[in-house]
């Protein structure tokens, strides 16, 4: 009986152990990521692997300032890190809390367009518009994004948005055009969007997070 009291206990104590361990664990991951930076960093490698030196491009950080976010991430098992020639280029792991961190990101719905310029709809009937071909999707992204995270039948355009004018004018009239770039919070997409409508270009913006771009991928493989 003595005996078995002894093995309860101690089965007791490596449940508490892993329970505490778990929480534990999760907190410190909580707090890493309870800085904007950080998820701004994020929100910008998801479509992309990106090195030290473009994400403190991106953000006007010091690159020995962004390493020490980027470093902490991957300490958390939230970036992968590959060396590449000179450089050290970070990606999403597949650590679950990745996951949670997208879906706690999209729970939010506010966007830098306003709603009567943000396209509003399923992922399927928009893929069968498109597959029909009255609707044309253009992606804003440039080439590297765009490569990463392949949108099929987009077209493609990656140059100034001064510029933009004349590749929409090459299009027919007569089809719906739906831009897409790099989610909610993105300024290019957000600019190309109110651009196209103040020209009166009859435009909406898909503003789709990584996450929900690879879904939609899905439905037009």
Request: aromatic share 10%; glycine share 2%; charged share 25%.
């Amino acid at each position: 009986m003595r005996q078995l009291l002894f093995a309860v206990n101690l089965q007791t104590m490596s449940i508490n152990k892993k329970r505490n361990d778990f929480f534990e664990e999760m907190a410190r991951t909580f707090k890493i990521l309870g800085s904007p930076i950080k998820l701004k960093l994020l929100n910008y490698i998801s479509f992309c692997p990106r090195t030290v030196e473009e994400c403190a491009k991106k953000f006007d950080q010091s690159v020995q300032n962004i390493s020490l976010h980027l470093i902490a991430l991957a300490k958390a098992n939230i970036l992968e890190v590959e060396q590449i020639k000179n450089y050290r280029y970070y990606s999403l792991s597949s650590h679950p809390i990745v996951e949670v961190v997208s879906k706690a990101l999209l729970s939010d719905p506010r966007a830098l367009l306003p709603d009567d310029y943000l396209w509003t709809g399923n992922f399927s009937d928009l893929a069968q518009d498109i597959r029909s071909n009255k609707t044309i999707v253009i992606d804003l992204r440039d080439q590297e994004e765009a490569s990463y995270l392949p949108v099929n039948k987009a077209l493609h355009y990656e140059g100034k948005l001064s510029e933009l004018f004349q590749f929409l004018d090459s299009l027919p009239s007569s089809k719906t055009i739906i831009f897409f770039c790099k989610g909610r919070m993105c300024e290019r997409l957000t600019q190309a969007v109110e651009m196209a409508n103040k020209a009166n270009y009859n435009v909406k913006g898909l503003a789709l997070s990584a996450y929900e771009l690879k879904e939609f991928s899905t439905y037009l493989n």
